[in-house]
C-alpha cells in the first residue's frame, strides 16, 4: 500500500460530530482540517471521502491537499439531503 487513509468522527452529540481525516504515507501522519458538522445523512459520507481523494491524488495534487479536498467532500455530504428525484422521459 502506498497510503493509508481514515476519515475520523468526533461526537459531540448525535447530530452534531467533528469531521477530519488522517492519512499516512509510510513516513509521516497527516491530519486535516476539522469540520463541525450537523448530519442528516452519513451513508455516503466515506465514499465522498475517498472519491475526493483519489480525484486530488490522479490530478496531481500533494498528499496534503488531496486529504483535504477527501474530507470536505465528505464534510459536506453529512449535511445533503442528497438528490432530487428527477424524471426522464
Do not use: Q
Request: glycine share 10%; charged share 20%; proline share 2%.
Amino acid at each position: 500500500m502506498k497510503y493509508i487513509a481514515s476519515t475520523l468522527r468526533e461526537s459531540h452529540s448525535g447530530p452534531d460530530n467533528g469531521w477530519s481525516a488522517l492519512v499516512y504515507d509510510g513516513n509521516e501522519f497527516y491530519h486535516s482540517k476539522e469540520y463541525e458538522v450537523r448530519i442528516i445523512d452519513r451513508v455516503v459520507s466515506g465514499n465522498s471521502f475517498v472519491g475526493g481523494f483519489i480525484y486530488a491524488l490522479v490530478s496531481g495534487v500533494d498528499l496534503k491537499d488531496a486529504a483535504e479536498l477527501g474530507v470536505a467532500a465528505s464534510a459536506e455530504t453529512h449535511d445533503s439531503r442528497g438528490f432530487e428525484p428527477c424524471n426522464i422521459s
